[in-house]
């Protein structure tokens, strides 16, 4: 799994967790229609900044294996699309109040590492090649991509890193 994969289960996973219905999109697994309203999660784009000279940020000891390791990273913002689709008759109520449960979710418990700075939603529509209703939404986190190098300068580790604003 990249980085940028585990970002986007992270997302699906935090929305999972606050009981939403979540699928990451374009998975590889078997599609299933579901019940009720569903968020695809998508990653639109996610923009790097240098986290320090040449991405170097320092060293840390590492007690397990008992030596220094040298951490790179980057100061990242991604943009997740988060469409909402949802059936029936009640299908755009529905959006409506699962784009509520997004927002509530991301401001209480957002994913771990992500520090939400934005959140956005378009109009809903009735599409009839699908029969569903549709609502297209995004997130715009802040993050640091973080990877730990051994001795031989070989990447060992990858990790999502984030601030809580509270």
């Not at 997740?80 to 509530?104: H, K, M």
């Not at 009735?126 to 730990?148: N, S, W």
């Amino acid at each position: 799994m990249t980085g940028l994969d585990v970002i986007r289960t992270c997302m699906t996973g935090c929305l999972t967790q606050e009981g939403i219905q979540a699928v990451t999109a374009w998975d590889r697994g078997d599609r299933v229609r579901r019940q009720g309203p569903v968020v695809a999660v998508t990653l639109r784009s996610c923009r790097e900044e240098p986290g320090g000279f040449r991405d170097y940020l320092g060293e840390r000891y590492n007690r397990e294996k008992d030596r220094w390791e040298e951490l790179y990273g980057k100061k990242a913002q991604v943009v997740f699309g988060l469409e909402i689709y949802a059936p029936g008759r009640d299908g755009a109520a529905d959006c409506q109040i699962v784009f509520d449960q997004i927002s509530t979710a991301l401001q209480q418990t957002a994913p771990t590492g992500l520090t939400l700075a934005e959140l956005s939603r378009g109009e809903t529509r009735y599409e009839r090649e699908t029969g569903l209703f549709h609502c297209p939404a995004q997130a715009v986190c802040d993050t640091y991509l973080y990877a730990v190098a051994d001795e031989g300068g070989t990447f060992v580790d990858f990790e999502v890193r984030g601030e809580r604003k509270k």
